[in-house]
């Protein structure tokens, strides 16, 4: 167990520059998850806390030691591959068994710390199969009994799950998260998956071309995402976004006008923007109001899908072609051809500027 | 109905003639050396299939001179050394080659197979001076040292190929576990090559075996000379005579291990093969 702290980290290859300026606080014994879509450098900035690549500038420490420049054997971290990564020759003990012989370790130690890893991940009928007789579940743990046999301080996953099917991905996830609670140990878990980022993470780090877009509990990354990126990325089906304009801001909150919707007004603190500023108003699928409209009002239902618990109802937008969703509970009463109003609820609309940032909400609500 | 199945028939007569063919000319020189080395030397130029009168006695006279028994085992001593050692250099320079980035690592493989592409007599005179100068004329050393020189391109570009179909995330499976580049190669990458070693190791024996260019020119005496240049320096009865009785026995003698070799290795080395190739 113990924390990471990166401070002000980059990493450019040749001309190009993948990590930039990467600030991060990682507590001993947490869950931390590194999300954004593929090619964001995810793998990259986990490989750097590695040691498999070389920092090109910046701070990295594990514990309250400095490790930019020790070999990843001596900065205490275990990793888990997305390909698993097994020695295929080997058996599973052995496996295992081969960082810990690597160290010099007792060899009654060595057993001793197989067989418990083993043990907690229910792999003590494989120890001696090789990995081309085992199911992919089955390789994913022992990829990970690889990784904690050396009991390192720190366990890092770079998309673990992602070879595996869809069902045995959910049980997996369980696992890991079950494993974390026992282990207490820290863990760093890169997914392009939110679904993922969100069930384990206790802290989830959301990169964007190379850079940390915000830092926060899956809640706070929920409710209060701080660009528009994260409130797109975060959250399925994705918010809705609907260009707006600024008509009025005082202390309380600001007035804010959109094609379509009645003028709202809202608790953000809009002060310091003109009137008639470009905004976009960002309302989760679930937030969504729908209320009858006359003919020639409101907006249309285009399409109408019924998954079982809940329904999504899609709805032409007045700009752009990205269709609007609306989130509930099934059944519904809407049906496609349909005219709608959106009431949006003030308390759930999310508000961003023209650098996507988003808007905070004014002082005097926030203390309410 | 008949004559769809009369061509098929034919058709099928046609294969199999075209594979008799094939085996015969294929075949045929190996199999008139046996016969001849059976054949008593009165017997030699009459012109038969079968020999009438199988004897051993090619064989007794080979088997009866030191010089024949000591050339084997120098062939031995210097075609294992060779695929030893090339195997070893092969190895490492195959983890360099393939896993190691640095500047000039397309240029380093381009000279390597740039300098198999030379014949063998272009280099001769300027080995021998390497060889006289080395104090290695007449010396296993000098064969083992020049086979070396010819085998390796081959080997470092077989195993090279096959080293970076490795997957990257073993290597640094192996290195998060804590292991030095040398036990990654030898804990982690040898036992994956055992194919690409099984070929190359076997190809590398099969040339050292047979060469006989070399052979012939960096020894001088009988106790250092390796079985191609033994068998064709074998004398007769008279300076007018060619001892082909002998001469067959000899060759098939030292032909047998190495077919065995390739039966045993026979799968490993298509797996070897087509490995580098179909992805390299
Ligand atoms: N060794 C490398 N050399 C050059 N570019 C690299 C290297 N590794 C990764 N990259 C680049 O860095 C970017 C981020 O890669 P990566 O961290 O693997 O993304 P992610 O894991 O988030 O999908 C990609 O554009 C990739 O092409
Ligand atoms: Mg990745």
């Known amino acids: 167990m113990a924390s990471v702290s990166l401070n002000k980290i980059n990493k450019v290859f040749g001309s190009t520059h993948i990590i930039k300026d990467v600030d991060l606080a990682i507590g001993a014994g947490e869950f931390v998850v590194f999300v954004g879509p593929s090619g964001c450098g995810k793998s990259t900035l986990l490989r750097l806390i590695a040691g498999l690549e070389s920092i090109s500038d910046g701070e990295l420490a594990i514990g309250d030691r400095v490790v930019n420049e020790l070999p990843p054997r001596e900065r205490g971290v ?19 068994a081969f960082g810990l012989k690597l160290a010099k370790t007792a060899k009654e130690t060595v057993h001793e710390r197989v067989m418990a890893t083993a043990r907690i991940l229910q792999l003590e009928e494989l120890l001696e199969r090789k ?23 720190i366990l890092l996953f770079d998309e673990p799950l992602s070879n595996l099917d869809a069902s045995l991905r959910v049980q997996m996830r369980n696992e890991i998260a079950r494993l974390h609670k026992r282990l207490g140990s820290t863990m760093i878990y890169v997914t392009h998956d939110q679904v993922e980022a969100m069930t384990l ?29 994260v409130a797109g990325f975060i959250g399925s089906p994705t918010m809705n976004f609907l260009p707006a304009r600024l008509l009025g801001a005082d202390a309380g909150g600001c007035r804010v006008g959109a094609a379509g919707l ?69 059944p519904t009463q809407w049906s496609v051809g349909q005219r709608v109003a959106l009431a949006p609820d003030p308390e759930h609309v999310h508000l961003f500027d023209a650098h996507d940032r988003a808007l905070p909400i004014g002082p005097a609500r926030a203390a309410a | 109905m008949t004559s769809r199945q009369l061509s098929k028939l034919t058709g099928r007569l046609a294969f199999w003639l075209l594979v008799a063919l094939v085996v015969v000319i294929a075949v045929f020189p190996f ?59 092969g190895i490492t320079a195959s983890y360099a080659l393939g896993r190691v980035r640095f500047r000039g690592r397309t240029t380093v493989l381009l000279v ?9 007599v272009a280099v001769l005179s300027g080995l021998f001076e390497v060889i006289r100068a080395l104090n290695l004329y007449n010396n296993p050393g000098g064969l083992i040292l020049s086979y070396t020189i010819f085998t390796l391109p081959f080997t ?51 040339a050292a075996w047979n060469e006989f260019l070399f052979a012939l020119t960096f020894t001088l005496t009988d106790g250092q000379r390796t079985v191609p240049v ?21 060759s098939v003698v030292v032909t047998v291990p190495l077919v065995i070799l390739v039966i045993i290795f026979q799968r490993r080395i298509v797996s070897g093969l087509t490995a580098g190739a179909v992805k390299g």
């Not at chain 1, 275990?78 to 295992?96: C, D, I, K, R, W």
């Not at chain 1, 780090?205 to 940390?212: D, F, P, S, T």
């Not at chain 1, 009858?292 to 937008?317: C, K, S, T, W």
Request: glycine letters at 8%; proline letters at 6%; zero cysteines.
């Open chain 1, 78 to 96: 275990g990793m888990v591959f997305q390909s698993y990564a097994l020695y295929p020759h080997m058996t599973v003990y052995e496996n295992m």
């Open chain 1, 131 to 153: 990995p081309k007789a085992l199911s992919g579940g089955q390789r994913q743990r022992v990829a990970m009994g690889r990784a904690m046999a050396r009991e390192p301080r």
């Open chain 1, 201 to 229: 993470a206790d802290k989830i780090v959301v990169l964007n071309g190379g850079r940390v877009e915000q830092v926060g509990s899956p809640q706070e990354l929920y409710q209060r995402p701080a660009t528009k990126f």
């Open chain 1, 262 to 330: 009645a003028e709202l007004a809202l608790p953000h603190d809009a002060a310091a923007h003109a009137q008639g500023a470009e905004l976009a108003l960002g309302i989760r699928p679930e937030h969504l109001r729908l209320a009858e409209a006359p003919d020639g009002e409101g907006f249309e239902i285009v399409n109408v899908e019924y998954l079982g618990n809940e329904v999504y109802v899609y709805l032409e937008p007045k700009e752009g072609d990205t269709l609007l969703i609306q989130r509930s509970e099934a």
């Open chain 2, 31 to 89: 199999y008139y050396a046996v016969k001849t080395s059976f054949t008593p030397s009165s017997e030699l130029f009459r012109v038969e299939l079968w020999p009438t009168r199988a004897t051993l006695a090619n064989y007794l006279q080979i088997f009866g001179q030191r010089s024949f028994l000591q050339a084997i085992f120098n062939s031995v001593v210097v075609a294992t050394s060779v695929v030893f050692i090339a195997l070893l250099l």
């Open chain 2, 112 to 120: 390597i197979l740039g300098v198999s592409m030379f014949p063998q």
């Open chain 2, 156 to 206: 470092v570009w077989v195993l090279t190929t096959f080293m970076r179909q490795l997957p990257m995330e073993l290597e640094e499976a192996a290195i998060m576990d804590g292991a030095t580049p040398w036990i990654t190669i030898t804990r982690v990458f040898l036992p994956l090559m055992w194919p690409a070693m099984a070929t190359t190791g076997l190809l590398a024996f099969i």
């Open chain 2, 230 to 250: 033994a068998i064709a320096l074998l004398s007769g009865g008279s300076a007018y005579e060619l001892p082909w009785g002998p001469i067959m026995a000899a």
